[in-house]
């Protein structure tokens, strides 16, 4: 109803209580699990697909008082089997110490760790903390099963929490904004109504941003597009609600 009633607007500017953020994380709470789900299948693809073709290149790894050890001659080089290039580089030596003039996304030195992050950036992380650990392949099997497992358990909650601080800021400013226009006019509306209007003024960019997520549909800058649907709906919302006859004290 949320995409065309303009009761529905009216009897929550009226009759709902408190601020909406109950009902825009109850939203979504539900909203979100198409892309969790999404998430969670394209991950396990890759631990099931891509993933072991690189582990089963993978090397003993030793760890001792920040010092790296492998069974393998070095450099050595884990590829990928599809392109040919390398894709982690172990080299103890020195010889390679940057993955500047390399396509590899990993290379682990000696003391250190260095993990590309896009075309430019790089980031180092240095082992002297580490004592003593030794990773095999098994090791790394088993922690892919788990992820496999478990996952979405982990990542869902940590989404919707930034999912909902993000909506939650969108409703505070939409509020704001319907505020100051409805003020300009009769302005008898508290904030708390405006903030129940915002947070279900978004529920049809919410329900669209679902159902293009199961449809496998990618709309460009859909952020901003979702933006404007959803400041759309609220100024809908506050017009559902200026057609009542009479002021009321909300």
């Known amino acids: ?3 065309f009633s303009r009761e529905l607007y009216q009897d929550i500017a009226l009759e709902w209580k408190g601020s909406g953020s109950a009902y825009l994380i109850c939203l ?4 979100s699990i198409p892309g969790v789900l999404r998430i969670q299948r394209d991950i396990s693809e890759f631990l099931n697909t891509a993933a072991p073709r690189i582990v089963s290149q993978m090397p003993a790894i030793r760890i001792n008082k920040g010092t790296v050890e492998i069974d393998r001659p070095v450099p050595y080089f884990i590829k990928d089997e599809r392109t040919g290039k390398p894709f982690i580089i172990i080299d103890t030596t020195g010889r390679i110490n940057t993955l500047k003039d390399y396509a ?3 290379l682990l030195t000696k003391t250190k760790i260095m993990l590309k ?3 430019i950036e790089t980031k180092t992380y240095d082992l002297s903390e580490i004592d003593n650990i030794v990773i095999e392949r098994r090791h790394v099997y088993e922690m892919m099963d788990v992820i496999d497992q478990w996952f979405w358990v982990f990542y869902y909650p940590v989404a919707l929490g930034f999912s909902f601080l993000y909506y939650l800021i969108e409703v505070i400013i939409f509020a704001a904004l319907g505020r100051i226009y ?3 006019s009769d302005g008898s509306l508290r ?3 405006f903030m129940r209007l915002a947070a279900v003024s978004i529920t049809p960019s919410a329900i669209l941003a679902s159902f293009f997520v199961i449809a496998g549909i990618h709309i460009p800058l ?4 979702s ?16 057609d009542i006859n009479g002021n009321h004290a909300l």
């Not at 859909?222 to 597009?225: A, G, Q, S, V």
């Not at 933006?227 to 609600?241: L, N, T």
């Open 1 to 3: 109803m949320s995409f």
């Open 28 to 31: 979504l709470a539900l909203c």
């Open 104 to 106: 590899a996304s990993v």
């Open 117 to 119: 992050n896009g075309e």
């Open 182 to 184: 409805s003020a300009r």
């Open 191 to 193: 904030f708390g109504a």
């Open 222 to 225: 859909w952020w901003l597009l």
């Open 227 to 242: 933006f404007f649907i959803s400041a759309g709906y609220v100024f809908f919302a506050i017009s559902a609600v200026s």
